[in-house]
Structures are given as C-alpha cells and as structure tokens.
C-alpha cells in the first residue's frame, strides 16, 4: 500500500524525541534544526540513551552524541569508531586515524632542484620566486607564521587537481592510474602540517584575513591553470615545493640560533609522524621539511609526464609517498 509523501514525514517527525533535563517533548519541526546542529559538532561522543517505554532500545532509535558541552541529537544514530593507539589507550583525534599516520623518509634529498628549461618552467620558476618577496616583507623572519601562512596554501593544490582528475576519470570513463588519490593524499598532508603550526603559532586578525584572501584567489587561478595546462601547474607546485623546503631550512636556522624557542612537539604531531614523546619542534620541522621534498619530487615527476606528451594514467601514482 503506498503511504503519501506527508503521511510519511509525519511518521518520521512523530519517531524523533529529544530529552532535555528530564523532560520529554516531540520534536517535530525541530527535527531539521537538530539535523541541522549535528553538522556543526566536529569531536563527537556517542551517548546512547533508551527511550522511555521502549525496552533496550534499537539502532535506528534515538541517541545523542556529545562533544565537550556540546551535545547532538540525530534520528539517524551514525556512531562514531572508537579507536585505541598501539600501546591500548585512547586515540584522541578526530581528523585522522592511526592507520594514517607514518614515519617521514628524512634521508630523502632536499637539495634537488629542476633546472628550468623550456620557457614555460622559467615563466613558473620565477613566478614562484617573485611571489616569495611579499611573504619575505610580510612575515620576515617569524618563520612559523610563514610556515603557517605556507601551509594554507600548499594544501590547495592537491584538492584542486585531484578534483579534476576525479571529473575527468567520470566523464572520459577511465581509470585515474591512483593520481586522485596520490594527490588528496597530498592535499591531506599539508593540511595537517597546517594542524601542527596552529599549536605554536597563533595567527593574528590580519594575518586571518590574508589567508582567506590569498585562498580565494590562489584556489581559482591554480583551477584555471589546471584546466588550461596541468603540465605547469603541477611545475607551479614543484617549485612552491622547493621554496617550502628552503623555509623550512630557515625555520630550522632559527631554531639552531635561539631566535625561535625550541618547544615540545604538540602531540597531534607526535603521533601523526610516529615520533618519540619527547621530540621538539625541530624535530618537527624536520619531517615536515621531508614532506615538502616528497611533494616537490611528485609535482615535478608529473609535470615531466606531461612535458613528454604522456598521460598521468599511464604511469601508477607514488601512492604513500611521503
Ligand atoms: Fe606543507
Ligand atoms: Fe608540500
């Protein structure tokens, strides 16, 4: 027997209870406001709760996850995974898994260098150097909020062509050779260098509103390059990648000198790169620098397949490579 589209709601609406302090009411056209709520809760907890009268419950009942003072009630019930690190105790990340997590390739050479030799490599060669000048004028030497300011933007690159190569596998019908993947994998990895430089750098309010303006326009004109010649945007990101293994040789200057305090690592680090508890931030530094080398050695190596008149598909992504 089919059931109308507003018999159905109503079912759905009288199904979704709330408890506040003991109290009990239905919801009904609260239901997309809670709906609504648990999309703005990022560090869930799950709290099953039995409803009166029902016995023990069921899976598609009612529950309310918390986070902090926040809390959440979903009809819907998605029970977040509780995770334990290898010695047993609790995994307190929200944002990556330990199965993420890695120990960097220090030994990997950092003073490689692509020789710019068409004029298209000389034209994204000096590009990059010229758009380090204002980040040396704005930032100086206050190298981790340059590593900060890096890192907002580095994390794009990766997102956009991966985007694209996803679009591209879906309209053409046609397998990616892992580059999708290879680079979100990248996208994802200078997030979370962005993650750790946001525990020992606090940005200021104008230094906010640069990131956001700089993201705006480097997010649409990266999308453009892309569209227009993926061989040199991806040479773009090979040279912002040698430039960020040269901050990071500054950072670590500085560090060596006294000018920046050589702080504990903040814990997300320890665990994302599998540290021991009591590195420091040079040590960090350290296995974000090598991060940067993997990249520029990824962008450049598919800068160069496409230099060659080949297709990424055609040669199997460096999945994992960092
Ligand atoms: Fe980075
Ligand atoms: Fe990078």
Redesign the pocket.
Known sequence: MMMSRSAMKLLSTATVRTIHGGGEFRQGFFALGARNLSSTVSAVREKPQTEPGSGSGSAAGHRSFEGGDKSVVSYWGVAPVKLTKEDGTEWKWSCFKPSETYKADVSIDLGKHHVPGVWTDKVAYWGVKMLRLPTDIFFKRRFEMR?MM??TV??VPGMVGGMLLHCKSLRRFEHSGGWIRALLEEAE??RM??MTFMEVAKPRWYERALVFAVQGIFWNLYFVAYVISPKVAHRVVGYLEEE?VHSYNEFIKEIDSGNIPNVPAPAIAIDYWRLPPDSTLRDVVMV?RA??AH?RDVNHYASDIHYQGLQLKEFPAPLGYH
């Open positions: 590593a890096l890192e580095a994390a990895n200078e260098h962005l960020a974000v991060d940067e990249h």
